[in-house]
């Protein structure tokens, strides 16, 4: 059984494609390989006899359609995506042309594949989406899957317009669509750009650790393992229409978890202790959402999903990771901006 994974090249694609071959499928990656994404994420699996990687970018409307028909996948997985909320802020028209007009191509492409060749009533195309497109929490309530949408950074807009267009896929054409909305992922081979591997690479080249506002921003996190195990159950137990929101609830504030982190750093580069030293107070980012935090219910209660990495346990095995890749990453240290 094949599977058909867009952006694999990224994190949180690299992770899932792994996933998937150790459970026997067959993956064709599709990566445009844009500044985030790395070959050098799949390294491990690079050989194995049931990948395959193929360059491309989904805003490539018919290279994308050659590239399903000649693959013919029994699931599309749709990771590639632009993600980084200070760029699309910076340059919209870089997340939209991606994140929009790319889900469209591939939804279109999808669909003539799966109406001219395929028509496997197993067949599924899986939309991995965000919990920012619902916007910012400031009560104790949580996002469901019947929450309204409303995104308040171009990224969330472009993430919020192709849900709907994946949703209006299925609605229209009957097409067999499902899409989850996740919290924060974290993990290693995270780009650095991230809010977590942000903090440790920079700590570990003793440089500022900036923290936008007064740092009470908060987020849910989830560790990327278990966000790949959803998607799995999702493709492989969930109905074509289905969405299904993927949390991890480990609710931090920025400030905590940046301090967490300095504390992880002091064990394991004790001559460079505190690390929290290095942490300063930034102005804020516009439209900064003040919190994300999502009802995991309906994954657990259809699917029997639940998230199994404890988060002291997943960012433990984070900083590790990354303090074992320090140079890797060195490059990176002083250029990348945002701390979310």
């Not at 995506?81 to 999808?110: F, K, M, Q, R, W």
Request: a negative charge; glycine letters at 6%; charged letters at 25%.
């Amino acid at each position: 059984m094949k599977i058909f994974v867009t952006g694999g090249s990224g994190f949180l694609g690299s992770n899932f494609i792994k996933n998937a071959l150790s459970r026997g499928y067959q993956i064709c990656n599709f990566d445009a390989l844009t500044y985030a994404a790395s070959l050098g994420n799949l390294d491990d699996v690079k050989y194995h006899p049931n990948y395959l990687f193929l360059k491309g970018d989904v805003r490539d409307k018919d290279f994308v359609e050659g590239a399903i028909f000649m693959h013919q996948p029994i699931s599309i997985v749709h990771f590639a995506a632009e993600s980084h909320v200070d760029n699309s802020i910076e340059c919209p028209t870089i997340v939209y042309d991606t994140n929009v007009i790319g889900t469209l191509n591939l939804l279109e492409a999808a669909r003539k594949y799966w109406d001219h060749i395929s028509r496997d009533p197993n067949f599924r195309f899986h939309h991995i989406s965000t919990d920012e497109v619902f916007g910012s929490l400031k009560t104790q309530e949580f996002f469901t899957e019947n929450s309204a949408y409303a995104p308040n950074s171009p990224y969330a807009a472009s993430k919020a317009a192709s849900d709907h267009l994946v949703r209006s896929w299925n609605k229209t054409y009957n097409f067999p669509t499902s899409l989850s909305n996740c919290s924060n992922n974290f993990g290693p081979y995270q780009f650095p750009e991230k809010f977590i591997p942000k903090v440790i690479v920079r700590a570990l080249h003793n440089m500022s650790i900036p923290i936008y506002g007064n740092g009470q921003n908060i987020r849910d996190w989830i560790f990327v393992d278990d966000h790949s195990s959803a998607i799995m159950m999702i493709l492989e137990k969930g109905k074509a229409g289905s969405r299904y929101n993927i949390g991890g609830n480990n609710e931090r504030t920025n400030i905590e978890l940046a301090f967490a982190i300095c504390e992880l750093l002091d064990t394991e580069r004790p001559d460079r202790a505190p690390h929290n030293k290095l942490i300063e107070y930034v102005g804020d980012r516009p439209g900064h959402d003040f919190r994300y935090a999502v009802d995991s219910t309906k994954i657990r209660e259809e699917l029997g999903w639940f998230a199994k990495t404890s988060f002291n346990c997943g960012l433990e095995k984070t900083v590790n990771w990354f303090v074992k890749n320090e140079e890797r990453w060195l490059k990176f240290a002083s250029e990348v901006k945002s701390n979310d």
